[in-house]
C-alpha cells in the first residue's frame, strides 16, 4: 500500500553576482489497515483522536530562499521559508509546527496484528535548474527537525538531500508520527541570476 499525497517544491532566486528533544509519537490501537502522510498543509477532517477522516490531495507548497548578491557563493546558510498555513498536528489539534518557517512532516501507519513498519522515502531530483540551463545540487538543500514542546530525538530526523530515493525513515505498525522541518540552502557556490525549482516527492509505503 503506498500514500503518496504531496511533493513540495523549492525555488532559489540568485541575484547577479557583484564583486535534541524527546519527539511525539503516539501508540495507536489497531484497525482496520490505513496509512496517511501530510506534507505541508494536507487535507484532514478534525484530528484523529476526534475520529476525524484523512483526506487525500492538497496544494504544493513551495519552500524558497532569495540569495542578497552580496553574499551569492559565500558558504553561509541561508535560511529558507515556505508558503504553509497550517503548522497544527492533525493527531490532536496542537499547534506542533512554527509557519511558515517549517513545514510539517507526519502521520500514521495502522493495520490489525502486530509486527511490520511503513517507510517514507523522497524522490530528489539531481539538481535544480532554471530557464537558462543552469543548476544547482539538491545536496546543497538540508533540513532540521523540530516540534513545539519536543525534547529529544525527532522520530523524520534532520538530514541532506541525496539524488534518488532517499529513505528517511520508518513508522512502526500501529503509530503516528511527526516533525517539523525547518530548510537551509548551503549557498556554496556562485550560480547565475535565476530562479531555480525542482521538486521532492514525499511517499509513505508499505507492504
Known amino acids: 500500500m503506498t500514500a503518496r499525497l504531496r511533493g513540495w517544491a523549492l525555488l532559489l532566486s540568485a541575484a547577479a553576482f557583484a564583486p535534541a528533544a524527546g519527539a511525539f509519537t503516539a501508540t495507536l490501537?489497531?484497525?482496520?489497515?490505513?496509512?496517511?502522510?501530510?506534507?505541508g498543509d494536507g487535507i484532514y477532517t478534525g484530528t484523529y483522536t476526534g475520529n476525524g477522516t484523512p483526506g487525500n490531495g492538497g496544494g504544493v507548497d513551495v519552500v524558497s530562499v532569495t540569495v542578497p548578491a552580496a553574499a551569492l557563493g559565500n558558504g553561509v546558510d541561508q535560511v529558507m521559508t515556505t508558503t504553509a498555513s497550517s503548522g497544527v498536528s492533525n493527531y490532536?489539534?496542537?499547534?506542533?509546527c512554527n509557519v511558515p518557517a517549517q513545514i510539517y512532516v507526519g502521520g500514521f501507519y495502522r493495520r490489525s496484528g502486530n509486527g511490520g513498519a511503513a517507510t517514507l522515502t523522497a524522490t530528489v531530483p539531481a539538481a535544480l535548474t532554471n530557464a537558462q540551463g543552469g543548476s544547482i545540487a539538491f545536496s546543497q538543500i538540508s533540513w532540521t527537525s523540530?516540534?513545539?514542546?519536543?525534547?529529544?530525538?525527532?522520530?523524520?530526523?534532520?538530514?541532506?538531500?541525496?539524488?534518488?530515493t532517499q529513505v528517511l525513515t520508518s513508522f512502526p505498525i500501529n503509530t503516528w508520527r511527526e516533525s517539523c522541518h525547518s530548510f537551509r540552502y548551503a549557498n556554496d557556490a556562485v550560480v547565475g541570476a535565476g530562479t531555480y525549482t525542482g521538486r521532492v516527492v514525499y511517499t509513505l509505503s508499505a507492504p
Open 92 to 96: 490532536d489539534g496542537y499547534a506542533f
Open 29 to 39: 490501537n489497531p484497525g482496520a489497515r490505513g496509512i496517511y502522510l501530510r506534507v
Open 146 to 164: 523540530s516540534g513545539n514542546g519536543d525534547t529529544g530525538a525527532q522520530p523524520i530526523p534532520a538530514g541532506t538531500f541525496q539524488p534518488g
